[in-house]
């Protein structure tokens, strides 16, 4: 059975920060593509990073270019990622999932996710 775990959101203030973990069982997902999404009360899930198994690229939405930094642990079968400098338009259910690309429109499977909360 494939899955991943989110964990790591909480409160936090505006300027500070968080590490999120995405633990994946069932596949090795070096093998693919890991990807973190987030979606905020009303909106639509949105693209937030994503780190590439094929040649290791890593790519994020301009809002949060500078900001947050997506990582992995291969011998944890873990991507993180750190985000810095948040701000309350980040606050979302943050939710990782694997595909065989970036690119991909596949993305799967989704979890409960882990939320974040930044207050101004």
């Known amino acids: 059975e494939v899955q991943l775990v989110e964990s790591g959101g909480g409160l936090v203030q505006a300027g500070g920060s968080l590490r999120l973990s995405c633990a994946a069982s069932?596949?090795?997902?070096?093998?693919?593509?890991i990807g973190w999404f987030r979606q905020a009360p009303g909106k639509e899930r949105e693209g937030v990073s994503c780190i590439s198994s094929s040649d290791g690229t890593t790519y994020y939405v301009d809002s949060v270019k500078g900001r947050f930094t997506i990582s992995n642990d291969n011998a944890k079968n873990t991507v993180y990622l750190q985000m810095n400098s948040l701000k309350p338009e980040d606050t979302a259910v943050y939710y990782c999932?694997?595909?065989?690309?970036?690119?991909?429109?596949?993305?799967?499977?989704w979890g409960r996710g882990t939320q974040v909360t930044v207050s101004s």
């Open positions: 999932a694997a595909a065989l690309g970036c690119a991909s429109n596949d993305f799967g499977p």
């Open positions: 069932g596949f090795t997902f070096d093998d693919y593509a």
